[in-house]
């Protein structure tokens, strides 16, 4: 009985044994396989150092002023003279045009056609010849014609003015015979008869004073209204004064009627008077009326005279002056047709200016026009230009002159990038900044250029890679490896350590807010967040 106790005793301590070192074996490798479940982050130790913060970018070189080769006409190509990157001077052939009538001359000759009708209609209309608008055209300046008319209505002027005295002088005497006592014959009639004739004529007097009035006002608003060159204004004002010169022809008409009528009421009054003058006064006085009114007529008849003088000098000038312009513009598409007729046979572009070919557009066969240039020349001595675009941020560390390194530059022989402009980038207004650089040395349009530019290298305390830099709506943070105890050994946590960047580099970064000995994560297995529990490298 004590033997089979004693056995049972062995078992309990056997199987509690057992089941102890099957608790202690599942408890060492359940930390293994969670071990093994969590990240795998790679980590380094917070370092001091120096970072050259430096910012790249690829840009194509473009002319910095670029001269665009044109032609004035649409012509198709026979051959092109020169290549892209061909160094040319002023004068030095780049395309040959073939012989052909462009459309520019066509349209020229059309133009010359519809000027040489326009002219010969208007010369038909017009009483002048064409010599001597050729003539007045090349000698008579308009001053000379504007003193024509002036001497010509003065000329009208004072034959009114002669026209006037003498007309008083009749007056005078008329009365005065009205008014003679010596006159034994009944003149009640012809009296009568005279003063309804001398009614009638001072009106028509001055009826024909108002037209003269008026044709001479619309004269001279014509001539100002000709040299202000108003195509519509101009006509209107030609209506008027035709209209008012038919006017006082017809109100002079009506004047010499009544200077007729007046005459022979004034000659039958006298024939009266002389009937009954017993003392011989008024047949004198009869005698000088009759040669006064001899005068008047005369000064009449001059009056008219310079008067249709005066009208057909402005006329003549008037239609000399309107075939001038169609005259004028024959001329000039006369010269049109001409230089175009030139350019269509025998043409050849030039360089305009001394430089490298850049592009060209011509192509043998093919068609050219004034749209497009036919190439672009990069003037000699002129930079090229080079440009990309960065953030706001990188761009508040660059300054304008800051002078830029190529990448490779061992490649590249007396280049030098600086930069010459920092605007705001028209693509993203608000977030990027567009850098311009000024390139100069052994370079050509098109070419594609790396550069680097920045600050120069400075020391920190605190640096850590770039892949160490994490950021959320909070701002920027490392994650920080720390070590805490456990009964089964050392457990590793990821810790958030809010950061700012001092500066940067293509690897690496300068920070604020650590102390200088922290473990940082670099990169992991799985995505890491700060509080989560992370496992190293065995090795480590």
Do not use: C
């Not at 300068?510 to 297995?525: D, H, M, N, P, R």
């Amino acid at each position: 009985m004590e033997e089979k106790g004693t056995k049972r005793r062995e078992w309990v301590k056997n199987a509690a044994i057992i089941f102890l070192t099957i608790l202690l074996i599942l408890t060492f490798f359940s930390r293994t396989i969670q071990n093994y479940s969590l990240p795998e982050v790679a980590a380094q130790y917070v370092q001091s150092g120096t970072i050259t913060a430096k910012i790249r970018g690829t840009g194509v070189v473009e002319s910095g002023d670029p001269y665009n080769v044109t032609v004035e006409q649409t012509r198709k190509v026979a051959s092109v003279a020169v290549r892209v990157g061909d160094e040319v001077q002023q004068g030095d052939p780049l395309v040959y045009l073939e012989d052909e009538e462009s459309e520019e001359l066509k349209a020229a000759e059309k133009a010359l056609e519809a000027a040489q009708l326009a002219y010969d209609e208007a010369f038909l209309s017009a009483e002048v010849t064409a010599s001597s608008v050729q003539n007045s055209h090349s000698n008579i300046p308009t001053t000379t014609y504007r003193q024509q008319i002036n001497n010509a209505q003065k000329a009208v002027d004072d034959a009114q003015a002669e026209v006037d005295r003498i007309q008083k002088d009749l007056d005078d005497i008329t009365a005065q015979l009205a008014g003679t006592p010596e006159n034994d014959a009944d003149i009640s009639e012809e009296t009568k008869a005279y003063n309804e004739a001398k009614a009638a004529y001072d009106q028509a007097k001055a009826d024909f004073d108002f037209a003269s009035s008026r044709l001479e006002t619309l004269e001279g608003y014509q001539e100002y209204v000709s040299d202000g060159d108003s195509g519509e204004d101009l006509m209107k004002v030609e209506q008027q004064v035709k209209a008012a010169k038919l006017e006082r022809i017809q109100a002079k008409n009506v004047l010499d009627q009544a200077q007729r009528t007046l005459d022979q009421a004034q000659a039958a009054l006298d024939s009266k008077k002389a009937e009954g003058d017993t003392t011989g006064t008024i047949s004198s006085l009869t005698q000088q009326q009759n040669a006064i009114s001899a005068d008047l007529k005369v000064a009449q008849s001059n009056l008219e005279k310079k008067t249709k003088d005066l009208t057909e000098l402005t006329t003549n000038i008037n239609q000399t002056l309107h075939l001038e312009s169609y005259y004028d513009a024959v001329i000039d598409a006369q010269e049109t047709y001409q230089e175009e007729l030139e350019k269509s046979i025998g043409a050849v572009i030039t360089a305009p200016i001394s430089g490298t070919v850049t592009t060209i557009n011509a192509v043998s066969g093919k068609e050219v026009s004034a749209q497009d240039p036919v190439a672009i020349l990069q003037p000699e001595g002129e930079g090229y230009t080079l440009s990309f675009s960065v953030t706001n941020d990188q761009a508040k560390r660059l300054s304008v002159g800051d002078v830029a390194e190529l990448v490779n530059a061992w490649r590249y022989d007396d280049v030098e990038v600086v930069l010459s402009s920092i605007r705001p980038d028209p693509a993203k207004p608000g977030e990027n900044r567009m850098l311009t650089f000024k390139v100069t040395g052994e370079v050509t349009a098109g070419q594609s250029l790396n550069v680097s530019v920045g600050e120069k290298s400075a020391t920190y305390d605190a640096i850590v890679p770039n892949s160490a830099i994490r950021e959320d709506n909070n701002g920027k943070f490392v994650l920080v490896v720390e070590s805490r105890p456990s009964p089964l050994g050392n457990r590793y946590v990821a810790t958030r350590m809010n950061v700012e960047v001092l500066a940067s580099d293509d690897t690496q970064s300068a920070v604020s807010g650590l102390y200088g000995y922290e473990f940082v994560i670099t990169t992991s297995t799985a995505p890491v967040e700060a509080g989560q529990l992370v496992r190293l490298p065995e090795n480590n």
